[in-house]
């Protein structure tokens, strides 16, 4: 299994952008995807999570200005941000839990990351 992101790139302070990420190989199921970041400096933190049957939860400082959204057939999850500030500059990471198989328990995978940079 493998999760490749994509859509990161330098965006000036109020724009906008839209992250993707596809999970391919042999997958059953897929519990959960979301994107996770890490800023300069900082720990890996959650960003936003999409659960099958669940709310999404959001970080507090991401909380209306990004929404999280699944295409389930496609196996993939995109990041829509918007009005972005300095502080959401980081690496961002896409992360999925999922069945290979209707006989595996949930595994956890991460994508790559991609770098986000607000600037002016």
């Known amino acids: 299994v493998q999760l490749q992101a994509s859509g990161g790139g330098l965006v000036r302070p109020g724009g906008s952008l839209r992250l993707s990420c596809t999970a391919s190989?042999?997958?059953?199921?897929?519990?959960?995807m979301g994107w996770y970041r890490q800023r300069p400096g900082g720990q890996r933190e959650p960003v936003a999570i999409?659960?099958?049957?669940?709310?999404?939860t959001y970080s507090d400082s991401v909380k209306g200005r990004f929404t999280v959204s699944r295409d389930n057939a496609k196996n993939m999850v995109y990041l829509q941000m918007s009005s972005l500030n300095p502080d959401d500059t980081a690496v961002y990471y896409c992360?999925?839990?999922?069945?290979?198989?209707?006989?595996?328990?949930?595994?956890?995978?991460w994508g790559q990351g991609t770098l986000v940079t607000v600037s002016s």
């Open positions: 992360y999925a839990v999922l069945q290979k198989t209707a006989q595996d328990p949930n595994y956890a995978y």
């Open positions: 999409e659960t099958s049957g669940r709310p999404t």
């Open positions: 190989g042999n997958i059953f199921k897929i519990d959960l």
